[in-house]
């Protein structure tokens, strides 16, 4: 059974910083491309980062050198690593991916900045 199961979010203000997990289990995540996505209030999803089985990491013109996208194989976990955080982050953040042609997203977490 494929699972993925955020954490890490939280309320900060402008310039925090916060790390975000994704848990999975069901698959072998370094075998597999993950993405990091987020929905603000009122706005469509939008895909924040991503790296592939290769490692190959990608990221939102938005977030780029702000955020850090990584995972670990022993706790096969996905990061993100989001530094200087403005207003236009807040949103819910979900993990994601594409496993034996289903796709799957967890339950997401709450980031919310304040100024």
């Known amino acids: 059974l494929v699972e993925l199961v955020e954490s890490g979010g939280g309320s900060v203000q402008t310039g925090g910083s916060l790390r975000l997990s994704c848990a999975a289990s069901g698959f072998i995540l370094f075998e597999t491309d993950m993405a990091w996505y987020r929905q603000a209030p009122g706005n469509e999803c939008e895909l924040v980062s991503s790296i592939d089985s290769d490692g190959i990491t990608r990221y939102a013109e938005s977030v780029k050198g702000r955020f850090s996208i990584s995972r670990t194989n022993a706790k096969n976990t996905l990061y993100l690593q989001m530094n200087s955080l403005g207003t236009d982050d807040t949103g819910v953040y979900y993990c994601?991916?594409?496993?034996?042609?289903?796709?799957?997203r967890g339950q997401g977490t709450q980031v919310t900045v304040s100024s």
């Open positions: 994601a991916t594409a496993y034996n042609a289903e796709k799957f």
